[in-house]
T-cell receptor
Framework: DAGVIQSPRHEVTEMGQEVTLRCKPISGHNSLFWYRQTMMRGLELLIYFNNNVPIDDSGMPEDRFSAKMPNASFSTLKIQPSEPRDSAVYFC?????????????FGDGTRLSIL | GENVEQHPSTLSVQEGDSAVIKCTYSDSASNYFPWYKQELGKRPQLIIDIRSNVGEKKDQRIAVTLNKTAKHFSLHITETQPEDSAVYFCAASSPHNNAGNMLTFGGGTRLMVKP
């Protein structure tokens, strides 16, 4: 299995621009998570999907952030407009989901720098 | 919601010594406790996990213990090696309305193993 695939690996853009991060979960996994990691705040859960439906988006910082999961094999996290404080590493993770207590598997992350 | 505290934030040991990292959690409904290792610039990777019906689990040089009454769990690494140097995260998983489990992460422990 290829694991969780994220793209791009690195993104550098100017503030005000729209940023789209992409994630392909492991085939057969029906729960998907977006995390943000910074030195100051650690690993924060932004949003969580189960069977393509957003279950908990209480971690999404503000309206500039949005996430979609149009099908079981693809999700996007969008920031519009981007700001320097959004600079972080964004991880996507997936798991089997349900009530089976299976581990989450992380992608390699997208390192985002907003200038 | 769940709150996970992790200590210490940094830990320096001599090669061959043991290392212990401790975590506490707040939600008595939490029933799954994974540990992740994150090397510099890489993704978090699961190293061991424990479920609430078990008190201890071992895998070669690493072991995890769980005390449900006290709501704390610990990671033990014996015979540490330089390649064990990384940031370690504990996490606790709470059932979320039968829509899967969400992980709440501790703040991380930077382990340095000196040769």
């Amino acid at each position: 299995d290829a694991g969780v695939i994220q793209s791009p690996r690195h993104e550098v853009t100017e503030m005000g621009q729209e940023v789209t991060l992409r994630c392909k979960p492991i085939s057969g996994h029906n729960s998907l998570f977006w995390y943000r990691q910074t030195m100051m705040r650690g690993l924060e859960l932004l949003i969580y999907f189960n069977n393509n439906v957003p279950i908990d988006d209480s971690g999404m910082p503000e309206d500039r952030f949005s996430a979609k999961m149009p099908n079981a094999s693809f999700s996007t996290l969008k920031i519009q407009p981007s700001e320097p404080r959004d600079s972080a590493v964004y991880f996507c993770a997936s798991t089997v989901g349900g009530d089976r207590n299976q581990p989450q598997h992380f992608g390699d992350g997208t390192r985002l720098s907003i200038l | 919601g769940e709150n996970v505290e992790q200590h210490p934030s940094t830990l320096s040991v001599q090669e061959g010594d043991s290392a212990v990292i401790k975590c506490t959690y707040s939600d008595s409904a939490s029933n799954y406790f994974p540990w992740y290792k994150q090397e510099l610039g890489k993704r978090p990777q699961l190293i061991i996990d424990i479920r609430s019906n078990v008190g201890e689990k071992k895998d070669q040089r690493i072991a995890v213990t769980l005390n449900k009454t006290a709501k704390h769990f610990s990671l033990h690494i014996t015979e540490t090696q330089p390649e064990d140097s990384a940031v370690y995260f504990c996490a606790a998983s709470s059932p979320h309305n039968n829509a899967g489990n969400m992980l709440t992460f501790g703040g991380g422990t930077r382990l340095m193993v000196k040769p």
